[in-house]
Nanobody, 120 residues
């Protein structure tokens, strides 16, 4: 199982970006999917979560600006980021709780990050 994050880049303050996280490989089903970020010199922060039933949760720092969504048919998750601020600059990574078969355990899989830089 692999998770691949994409969509990062350089954007001006107030701008928008859309991140994508695609899961591939032997996947039976996916429960929670998560976006984390790590800014330079800081610890990792949970930004947003989305569960198989569609419920979502956000860090206070991004509420009202970021929207997490998923396409279960494509095993893909998105993060729409609007009104970006310089403090949103970080490496954004995705992970997910995945079962590879109906009889297997749930495991957390991590993808490589994508860099988001918010600067004028």
């Amino acid at each position: 199982v692999q998770l691949q994050a994409s969509g990062g880049g350089l954007v001006q303050p107030g701008g928008s970006l859309r991140l994508t996280c695609a899961a591939s490989g032997s996947i039976f089903n996916i429960n929670g999917m998560y976006w984390y970020r790590q800014a330079p010199g800081k610890g990792r922060e949970l930004v947003a979560s989305i569960f198989s039933g569609g419920s979502t949760d956000y860090a206070d720092s991004v509420k009202g600006r970021f929207t997490i969504s998923r396409d279960n048919a494509k095993n893909t998750m998105y993060l729409q980021m609007n009104s970006l601020k310089p403090e949103d600059t970080a490496v954004y990574s995705c992970n997910a709780d995945i079962r590879r078969a109906s009889w297997s355990n749930w495991n957390r899989y991590w993808g490589q990050g994508t860099l988001v830089t918010v600067s004028s």
